[in-house]
Protein backbone atom coordinates (compact mmCIF):
# COMPACT_ATOMS: atom_id res chain seq x y z
CA UNK A 1 0.00 0.00 0.00
CA UNK A 2 1.42 3.30 -1.00
CA UNK A 3 1.65 5.73 2.03
CA UNK A 4 1.60 9.82 2.06
CA UNK A 5 2.88 11.53 4.88
CA UNK A 6 1.82 15.56 4.65
CA UNK A 7 2.87 19.12 6.82
CA UNK A 8 2.58 22.58 6.17
CA UNK A 9 5.28 24.98 6.50
CA UNK A 10 5.11 28.98 6.03
CA UNK A 11 8.10 29.50 3.15
CA UNK A 12 11.42 30.58 5.24
CA UNK A 13 9.89 29.74 8.54
CA UNK A 14 11.42 27.67 11.13
CA UNK A 15 11.83 24.40 10.47
CA UNK A 16 9.35 21.75 11.97
CA UNK A 17 10.71 18.99 14.38
CA UNK A 18 10.01 16.47 12.16
CA UNK A 19 9.66 16.67 8.24
CA UNK A 20 7.09 14.58 6.48
CA UNK A 21 10.53 13.74 4.34
CA UNK A 22 11.84 11.96 7.05
CA UNK A 23 9.18 10.33 7.92
CA UNK A 24 8.71 8.94 4.38
CA UNK A 25 12.24 7.41 4.68
CA UNK A 26 11.54 5.53 7.23
CA UNK A 27 8.50 4.25 5.77
CA UNK A 28 10.04 3.42 3.39
CA UNK A 29 12.91 1.76 5.28
CA UNK A 30 10.00 -0.87 6.67
CA UNK A 31 9.35 -1.79 3.18
CA UNK A 32 6.17 0.77 2.41
CA UNK A 33 6.19 2.51 -0.74
CA UNK A 34 6.15 6.33 0.87
CA UNK A 35 5.58 9.57 -0.57
CA UNK A 36 6.20 13.35 1.14
CA UNK A 37 3.83 16.15 0.43
CA UNK A 38 4.68 19.89 1.76
CA UNK A 39 2.06 22.30 1.80
CA UNK A 40 3.08 26.08 2.14
CA UNK A 41 0.94 28.29 4.77
CA UNK A 42 0.96 31.80 4.83
CA UNK A 43 1.16 33.08 8.48
CA UNK A 44 -1.26 35.02 10.00
CA UNK A 45 -4.82 36.09 9.61
CA UNK A 46 -4.86 37.08 6.12
CA UNK A 47 -6.02 34.48 4.06
CA UNK A 48 -6.63 31.66 6.70
CA UNK A 49 -10.14 30.85 6.12
CA UNK A 50 -9.25 30.09 2.39
CA UNK A 51 -6.00 28.50 3.54
CA UNK A 52 -8.39 26.31 5.89
CA UNK A 53 -10.88 25.68 2.97
CA UNK A 54 -8.44 24.94 0.55
CA UNK A 55 -7.13 22.02 2.73
CA UNK A 56 -10.49 20.07 3.06
CA UNK A 57 -10.31 20.45 -1.60
CA UNK A 58 -7.34 17.87 -1.42
CA UNK A 59 -8.50 14.44 -2.16
CA UNK A 60 -5.97 12.18 -1.67
CA UNK A 61 -8.00 8.83 -1.70
CA UNK A 62 -6.66 7.74 -5.29
CA UNK A 63 -2.94 8.90 -4.65
CA UNK A 64 -2.36 7.27 -1.15
CA UNK A 65 -4.05 4.05 0.33
CA UNK A 66 -3.11 5.74 4.38
CA UNK A 67 -2.30 9.45 4.44
CA UNK A 68 -0.08 10.46 7.68
CA UNK A 69 -0.51 14.06 8.42
CA UNK A 70 1.98 15.52 10.85
CA UNK A 71 -0.04 18.96 11.69
CA UNK A 72 -2.90 20.17 12.10
CA UNK A 73 -3.49 22.18 9.26
CA UNK A 74 -2.41 19.04 7.25
CA UNK A 75 -4.83 17.24 9.31
CA UNK A 76 -7.75 18.99 7.71
CA UNK A 77 -6.61 16.84 4.73
CA UNK A 78 -9.63 14.18 3.54
CA UNK A 79 -8.90 10.41 3.33
CA UNK A 80 -10.51 7.60 4.53
CA UNK A 81 -7.53 5.98 5.99
CA UNK A 82 -6.00 8.42 8.03
CA UNK A 83 -3.26 8.61 10.99
CA UNK A 84 -2.72 11.73 12.28
CA UNK A 85 0.75 12.40 14.13
CA UNK A 86 0.85 15.65 15.84
CA UNK A 87 4.58 16.94 15.94
CA UNK A 88 4.28 20.38 16.63
CA UNK A 89 1.88 22.97 18.42
CA UNK A 90 -1.09 24.89 16.86
CA UNK A 91 -0.68 28.49 17.46
CA UNK A 92 -3.62 30.25 17.86
CA UNK A 93 -4.20 33.86 16.33
CA UNK A 94 -5.72 36.12 19.18
CA UNK A 95 -8.62 36.55 16.78
CA UNK A 96 -11.58 34.70 19.40
CA UNK A 97 -13.71 33.87 15.93
CA UNK A 98 -11.40 32.77 13.45
CA UNK A 99 -9.57 30.53 16.20
CA UNK A 100 -13.00 28.85 17.15
CA UNK A 101 -13.45 28.46 13.58
CA UNK A 102 -10.14 27.43 12.86
CA UNK A 103 -10.75 24.57 16.19
CA UNK A 104 -13.87 23.53 14.78
CA UNK A 105 -12.13 22.75 11.44
CA UNK A 106 -9.07 20.82 12.68
CA UNK A 107 -11.55 19.46 15.16
CA UNK A 108 -13.46 17.97 12.19
CA UNK A 109 -10.37 16.66 10.33
CA UNK A 110 -9.23 14.96 13.57
CA UNK A 111 -12.45 13.62 13.71
CA UNK A 112 -11.73 11.69 10.57
CA UNK A 113 -8.82 10.00 11.78
CA UNK A 114 -8.47 6.17 12.46
CA UNK A 115 -5.74 7.08 14.98
CA UNK A 116 -3.92 9.83 16.59
CA UNK A 117 -0.73 10.49 18.00
CA UNK A 118 1.19 12.98 19.62
CA UNK A 119 4.92 13.87 20.03
CA UNK A 120 4.58 15.28 23.53
CA UNK A 121 2.46 14.99 26.82
CA UNK A 122 1.55 18.58 26.14
CA UNK A 123 -0.03 18.17 22.80
CA UNK A 124 -2.23 15.03 23.76
CA UNK A 125 -3.32 17.74 26.64
CA UNK A 126 -3.94 20.24 24.23
CA UNK A 127 -5.83 17.80 22.10
CA UNK A 128 -8.09 16.65 24.57
CA UNK A 129 -8.92 19.64 25.81
CA UNK A 130 -9.00 21.77 22.46
CA UNK A 131 -9.96 19.65 20.13
CA UNK A 132 -11.86 16.93 22.04
CA UNK A 133 -9.84 14.00 21.12
CA UNK A 134 -7.88 11.08 22.60
CA UNK A 135 -4.35 11.23 21.51
CA UNK A 136 -1.40 8.67 22.12
CA UNK A 137 1.90 9.69 22.63
CA UNK A 138 4.46 8.48 19.99
CA UNK A 139 7.52 10.65 21.11
CA UNK A 140 9.62 12.55 17.91
CA UNK A 141 12.54 10.16 17.34
CA UNK A 142 16.22 10.86 17.59
CA UNK A 143 17.76 8.84 15.68
CA UNK A 144 16.74 6.19 12.41
CA UNK A 145 16.42 3.46 14.61
CA UNK A 146 13.84 5.30 16.63
CA UNK A 147 12.38 7.25 13.18
CA UNK A 148 12.11 2.91 12.16
CA UNK A 149 10.05 2.03 15.49
CA UNK A 150 7.41 5.30 15.05
CA UNK A 151 6.91 4.42 11.32
CA UNK A 152 5.76 0.65 12.19
CA UNK A 153 3.61 2.36 15.09
CA UNK A 154 2.34 4.45 11.84
CA UNK A 155 1.42 1.73 9.80
CA UNK A 156 -0.30 -0.24 12.23
Request: charged share 25%; glycine share 8%.
Amino acid sequence: MKMMTAETFVPFGKKPALSAASLARWLEAEGAAAEAVSLPLSPGKEGELAQLFSRRLFHLEHACGLLIPLDLTAALLPHPHKVVWMTGPFPLLGDEILDQYRLRAVTRGLGEAEKIFAAGEELADWLAQSCHVRAELLPLPRDDRAGREAARRLMG
